[in-house]
């Protein structure tokens, strides 16, 4: 089972999207709770044919969505250690199907199904950083929506607050590259988004009630009920 959270706050940007009631639906990012830091964590876009388990909460897009970001040419990123890949960008709801969605929303003409890397992996010291390897099968095969940070030295082995979606050939998604940086080719539009979101206590408690007590079907939680019953600001139930 998992909980779909209905009435979620929606960020500034992801209001400006105007998502159709269908794109809204088909387009939902899964988070898992950690129990732990009382934080969800970014899994996946949500996949119709899976099944999850009841520390899994559907999302919508428009309350993770950030903002779209022109990276220049020359634009330094790395890898986000431990993302999750993107192997069927033509399947259900991907992260290249969300860069194609706001691509669209935005009317940028982008084309999100050419790696937007050069083909060098770069050693993250020294300046300018130097050559380490070339990429091998660069822009070979479908595209996939890559998980980033920008900078050269950015520690990308813990996830912060935010990551960028870029659409990148398979070969730059492959952690044999995750101690080098890669160069943006052309410059990009690339897609922020929410990585972590810290969930009010009284939130978290009731997440934990609803997972123990479902029978394993999945369950919804209106958030805009939720708040207004437990005198918490809707825009801040999230983090």
């Not at 940007?13 to 970014?42: A, T």
């Not at 003409?109 to 083909?119: P, V, Y």
């Not at 050269?152 to 050939?169: A, E, P, Q, R, V």
Request: charged fraction near 25%.
């Amino acid at each position: 089972m998992a909980i779909i959270f209905k009435n979620a706050p929606k960020t500034e940007e992801g209001k400006k999207l105007n998502l159709s009631k269908e794109d809204e639906e088909k387009y939902k990012i899964v988070y898992r709770i950690n129990q732990e830091s009382g934080q969800l964590e970014i899994v996946e876009p949500w996949d119709t044919e899976k099944e999850y388990d009841n520390m899994c909460v559907l999302m919508p897009l428009t309350s993770s969505y950030e903002d779209v970001v022109l990276l220049s040419s020359g634009t330094y990123v790395r890898n986000v250690v431990g993302s999750s890949g993107d192997t069927n960008p033509y399947g259900n709801c991907s992260w290249l199907g969300i860069i194609k969605l706001v691509y669209d929303v935005k009317g940028i003409s982008e084309d999100a199904d050419t790696c937007c890397l050069n083909g060098y992996a770069y050693n993250t010291t020294g300046t300018p950083p130097t050559i380490a390897l070339t990429v091998g099968n660069h822009k070979e095969g479908k595209t996939l929506g890559g998980h980033m940070v920008v900078g050269k030295d950015t520690n990308n082995k813990i996830k912060g607050g935010s990551f960028y979606l870029l659409h990148i050939c398979p070969s730059h998604n492959n952690t044999a590259y995750d101690e080098y940086c890669f160069m943006v080719e052309n410059g990009t539009n690339a897609i922020k988004m929410k990585d972590y979101m810290k969930m009010q206590p009284a939130l978290l408690s009731a997440m934990f009630s609803l997972g123990n007590s479902s029978d394993g079907m999945d369950v919804e939680l209106d958030l805009q009920k939720f708040c207004k019953e437990n005198n918490i600001e809707l825009s801040g139930a999230l983090g």
